[in-house]
């Protein structure tokens, strides 16, 4: 079993920056490098759409039009860790964000909420002024 837990949401001004991380723990010799881990947000009254998600090995990313150039995905695989860049925000980002991890990585998958087996209990991001 996999868990997941996201920190770092919080109320920000528009054109401000957070970093949201994603630690990820499971049994002995869990590593990153099994599982595909995507970024996701939920706003009230919207549809659940994926932001951004990062290939079991690293070397694929993607993105979301809406976050392109402003959103960076990265991780640390020695703590376990995804992190969520967020620069430039603006007010439509406000949203409960969440990590999910995948235990297979095929091309297209990332942004697929389907495709992803285990979720954290989410962070909120709220832009506002």
């Known amino acids: 079993q996999l868990q997941l837990v996201e920190s770092g949401g919080g109320l920000v001004q528009p054109g401000g920056s957070l970093r949201l991380s994603c630690v990820a723990s499971?049994?002995?010799?869990?590593?990153?490098?099994?599982?595909?881990i995507g970024w996701f947000r939920q706003a009230p009254g919207k549809e659940r759409e994926g932001v951004s998600g990062?290939?079991?090995?690293?070397?694929?990313?993607n993105y979301a039009d809406s976050v392109k150039g402003r959103f960076t995905i990265s991780r640390d695989v020695a703590k376990k860790t995804v992190y969520l860049q967020m620069n430039s925000l603006k007010p439509e980002d406000t949203a409960v964000y969440y990590c999910?991890?995948?235990?297979?990585?095929?091309?297209?998958?990332?942004?697929?909420?389907?495709?992803?087996?285990?979720w954290g209990q989410g962070t909120q991001v709220t832009v506002s002024s």
């Open positions: 499971g049994a002995s010799g869990f590593t990153l490098n099994y599982y595909a």
């Open positions: 990062i290939s079991s090995g690293g070397l694929s990313t």
């Open positions: 999910a991890a995948a235990g297979r990585y095929h091309a297209g998958m990332l942004l697929q909420g389907h495709e992803y087996d285990y």
